[in-house]
């Protein structure tokens, strides 16, 4: 394997999991939603380093879906969410 | 002589997707480095929607080169603008409507705040969105 390609896999799955590691601890719900746009995000950029490493395209409308429809949730979230949430600050 | 029928060398492309990769792939990791480091909604907000956008950038410029001909990169460039403009267009609107409610919410750290403009109008009503 390219050790180039084990670094970039690397690095794509520490900041995985240091957006998962914000979406657990919070503290608020809007902190939660800001890391699942982030997460969403890299998926979105997992998704173009295998078309552009592999060179292929088959994936491409999956990339624009999610970059059309990606943006509601945390809008959503952040337009709904309680005035004040009970959580310490 | 037809412009779209050159080909790039094989070793240039590949260097140049892979590093585009690379560069990408450590803004990702800027951005949630910065989400797990910073302190309030609004400083996370920052790191949240601004490396990750220029890497989502880089990595739709490296999937347009990595089709080799001119003609090919053309067409990338035309398939992957999409998700680009649509991802610059979205993500200051959804930081905005998260920045907004975090400031009504009080999840920010008021000291930090060198001027608070929007003091006067804090009492919004409910369905101001």
Known sequence: MNPLLLVIMVVFAVAAILAVVRIVIGP???????????LLTEV?????????????????????????????????????????????? | MNVFEWRIPDAVVDTAVWVLVLIGALLCLTAAIGLLRLRDVPNRLHAATKPQVLGLLLICLAIALSQRSVIGIVLGLLLVAPVVLM???????????????????????????????????????????
Do not use: W
């Open chain 1, 28 to 38: 608020s719900i809007l902190d939660r939603a800001v890391a699942a746009d982030v």
């Open chain 1, 44 to 89: 979105m950029c997992v998704l173009g380093a295998d078309m552009a490493i592999n060179h292929h395209t088959r994936t491409l409308p999956v990339l624009i879906v999610v970059a059309a429809v990606g943006v509601f949730g945390s809008i959503s979230v952040a337009r709904y969410v309680a005035r004040r949430d009970n959580t310490p600050s």
């Open chain 2, 87 to 129: 991802q610059f267009a979205t993500a200051p609107l959804s930081a905005h409507m998260v920045g907004r409610q975090a400031y009504r919410n009080g999840t920010i750290d008021e000291r930090s705040l060198v001027v608070d403009e929007l003091a006067d109008s804090k009492r919004t009503p409910p369905a101001a969105g």
